[in-house]
């Protein structure tokens, strides 16, 4: 059974600080990774995909990398913003359906 | 072009009732995943729904199920509504596979009371 496990719970750092994310899963077995953002009360937004194939995508300021042979991934913010206050979910895709396996999360906040 | 879109936004109900949540998926998606997420919580895979079939379901009691329809769109029903199912319930749409990026809506805030 997957189990992904996310650190820390929670993150506050001023504006233009660069952070990092940790995300760890059981299974390396996984199709794909996500990274995903949610607002308060909101659904979710993807961010990132890492296929298994790939160590790292990048997205602007996002940049996420996986291990797959340490079961673990990161997700690395550059210069941080307001903007970016939100929870960060990662979640792992494994199965014939790809079900995603989500960790608990990341609340950010970024303070000015 | 449309993203996922969920209806109704908020709903409220009393235990025992039941409940039908919608979902169309993105357009050129085929395939409906279902999520329960609690407060404070990951999202929890409910099922998946492909050519109007269950293809793959998650750790929930038979009072969950769900319908594909031929346009691809999705319904989850919930009989017997129990306190503990209060939680947000997201809908994500993919292309079959599943390996590609899968798509998220706003969701469906359920209340129980």
């Known amino acids: 059974k997957q189990e992904v496990t996310q650190i820390p719970a929670a993150l506050s750092v001023p504006e233009g600080e660069n952070l990092v994310l940790n995300c760890s899963f059981t299974?390396?077995?996984?199709?794909?990774l996500q990274w995903f953002r949610q607002d308060p009360g909101k659904g979710l937004t993807s961010l990132l995909l890492i296929q298994s194939s790939q160590r790292e995508q990048t997205s602007g300021r996002l940049n996420a990398s996986l291990d797959k042979s340490s079961g673990r991934s990161t997700l690395y913010i550059a210069a941080s913003q307001p903007g970016d206050s939100a929870t960060y979910l990662c979640?792992?895709?494994?199965?014939?359906?790809?079900?995603?396996?989500f960790g608990t999360g990341t609340r950010l906040q970024v303070t000015l | 072009d449309a993203g996922v879109t969920q209806s109704p936004t908020h709903l409220i109900k009393t235990r025992g009732q039941q409940v039908t949540l919608r979902c169309s998926p993105k357009?050129?998606?085929?395939?409906v995943s279902w999520y329960q997420q609690a407060l404070g919580q990951g999202p929890q895979f409910i099922f998946q729904?492909?050519?109007?079939?269950?293809?793959q379901r998650g750790n929930f009691p038979d009072r969950f199920s769900g319908h594909q329809f031929p346009n691809y769109s999705s319904e989850l029903n919930v009989n017997a509504l129990l306190l503990g199912d209060s939680a947000l319930y997201l809908c994500?749409?993919?292309?079959?596979?599943?390996?590609?990026?899968?798509?998220f809506g706003p969701g469906t805030r359920l209340l129980v009371l």
């Open positions: 299974d390396s077995a996984i199709y794909n």
């Open positions: 994500a749409s993919s292309l079959v596979g599943g390996k590609e990026t899968q798509y």
């Open positions: 979640a792992a895709a494994t199965g014939t359906a790809s079900k995603l396996t």
């Open positions: 357009s050129g998606h085929d395939t």
């Open positions: 729904y492909y050519e109007e079939e269950e293809r």
